[in-house]
């Protein structure tokens, strides 16, 4: 098992560009997450989907971010256009249709926005 | 209010010691809770569920207190591998979780 797998790892972007962050989850998970990570305000949920569907998208900043689950193996965290204080590391997780099973993460991506 | 509150540290212990962190929870519907650890610059790891009898996994124990909305993980007889962020996780409906923002421990030689 690879694991969840993102895209970059490491992203340094220009205010106002357009910045695409990919997460492909582990085989067989129903639940997909997108998170923030701060040191100010530590991880916190953007979106999540079950079964490709978005669930809770409460947590999304502003309409300057969108996601995607195109398919059960593909998602996608857009921010459109970039700013310097969405600086910060993008967790995606997934997780079995168990809420004790806890979640896998992926490496993140550490976006830089200058 | 935060859903979960945590003691942010640092907490710096000596090898061998014991150390234990608390976490508080806000949602009295909290179903599920758990530990997990980070280490610098990584992505947050699972390291125990957090069971209603209490629960132990070698030299880490954690337990759950409903009534005053609590969780907390003991690690006994510290090693330097254990310095790391430690995250406290309640979940409500719907298999969304919400962290605490970390208790950083680091373990001295």
């Known amino acids: 098992d690879a694991g969840v797998i993102q895209s970059p790892r490491h992203e340094v972007t220009e205010m106002g560009q357009e910045v695409t962050l990919r997460c492909k989850p582990i085989s067989g998970h129903d639940y997909l997450f997108w998170y923030r990570q701060t040191m100010m305000r530590g991880l916190e949920l953007l979106i999540y989907?079950?079964?490709?569907?978005?669930?809770?998208d409460s947590g999304m900043p502003e309409d300057r971010f969108s996601a995607k689950m195109p398919n059960a193996s593909f998602s996608t965290l857009k921010i459109q256009p970039s700013e310097p204080r969405d600086s910060a590391v993008y967790f995606c997780?997934?997780?079995?249709?168990?809420?004790?099973?806890?979640?896998?993460f992926g490496s993140g991506t550490r976006l830089t926005v200058v | 209010r935060k859903e979960v509150e945590q003691d942010p540290g640092p907490f710096n212990v000596p090898e061998g010691a014991t150390v234990a962190f608390n976490c508080t929870y806000s949602n009295s519907a909290s179903q599920s809770f758990f530990w997990y650890r980070q280490d610098c610059r990584k992505e947050p790891k699972l390291l125990m569920s957090v069971y209603s009898s209490g629960n132990e996994d070698g030299r880490f124990t954690a337990q759950l207190n409903r009534a005053s909305q609590y969780i907390s993980l003991l690690i006994r007889d510290s090693k330097l591998s254990d310095s790391a962020t430690y995250l406290c996780v309640a979940t409500k409906a719907g298999n969304q979780f919400y962290f605490g923002t970390g208790t950083s421990l680091t373990v001295i030689p």
């Open positions: 997780a997934s997780s079995i249709d168990r809420v004790a099973s806890g979640y896998t």
């Open positions: 989907f079950n079964n490709n569907v978005p669930i809770d």
